[in-house]
């Protein structure tokens, strides 16, 4: 493959996807609203009750921690799916980028991989996700959405096709060479996800989770996932010439 064109580009969520837990799930179970009220705002998204965005914001509203005293929280408490180192260096070996679309927020998301991966592994791994305010020092904190209007807060949808613009892979069909565009992945888990579960050409849902429900219901594609194990997996076998169909679980 030239330089231009990587064999595939993986996006993929953070919370729960790269690592075993959500760090705002976390957040919010344990210093917030606690996890019945959570899961009912999720239930509440799942059915177009309310927006992600507002959800979400209730949810995190309702922690009153200081910003660093919940990151040293989370380092202390949130794990690295363990499949996910060697699907880091598989992609680094094969020039395939990793691009990070979260409904998180970027100074957590960078603080965990930092640690969970290193900070030079850290540094190679693109980060698209929401911002915070921080007032009092950070006693004070609230999440700055990516696309405040969007009733995601973070459109992933949007942010894939942004990212494909900015890297000249939106109209690409073929190279100079003959070589076909990258083909594209995303993993997820949740209702972060609904609005990035169509951009691509294969989407990896795990196990067990909301976005498998989503993904029935409305009829979309999918492989399911355990684990980043299961999504190198695949990926070797796509990379390798097999075609997606044959992974579709939900065609």
């Avoid at 890297?167 to 100079?176: I, V, W």
């Avoid at 849902?205 to 009829?219: F, M, Q, S, V």
Wanted: charged share 25%; aromatic share 10%.
């Amino acid at each position: 493959m030239s330089v231009k064109n990587p064999p595939a580009i993986v996006f993929s969520d953070f919370d729960g996807t790269i690592t075993l837990q959500d760090s705002n799930d976390y957040l919010t179970d344990n210093l917030g609203m606690g996890g019945t009220r959570r899961k009912n705002i999720g239930q509440d998204i799942l059915d177009g009750k309310t927006s992600f965005r507002d959800g979400f914001r209730e949810e995190l509203n309702s922690v009153t921690t200081p910003f660093d005293e919940c990151i040293e929280i989370l380092l202390a408490n949130i794990k690295l799916d363990p499949g996910f180192i060697k699907f880091f260096e598989y992609c680094q070996a094969e020039g395939i980028p990793i691009v990070v679309v979260s409904s998180g927020m970027t100074p957590i998301i960078s603080a965990l991989l930092a640690k969970l991966v290193g900070p030079d592994a850290a540094s190679k791994i693109q980060i698209l996700s929401n911002d915070v305010r921080l007032s009092d020092n950070g006693k004070n904190w609230e999440i700055l959405f990516k696309h405040p209007d969007s009733p995601f807060g973070h459109d992933k949808a949007q942010s894939i096709k942004e990212y494909l613009t900015n890297h000249g892979y939106a109209d690409l069909k073929e190279d100079s060479e003959g070589l076909v565009v990258p083909q594209l992945f995303y993993a997820g888990d949740g209702v972060s996800d609904l609005s990035a579960a169509k951009e691509t050409d294969l989407l990896f849902a795990k196990h067990g989770n909301d976005l498998i429900t989503y993904c029935k219901r409305e009829n979309i594609p999918y492989t399911e996932f355990n684990s980043f194990d299961d999504i190198l997996s695949k990926l070797q076998k796509i990379v390798g010439g097999e075609p997606i169909k044959t992974f579709v679980e939900n065609p």
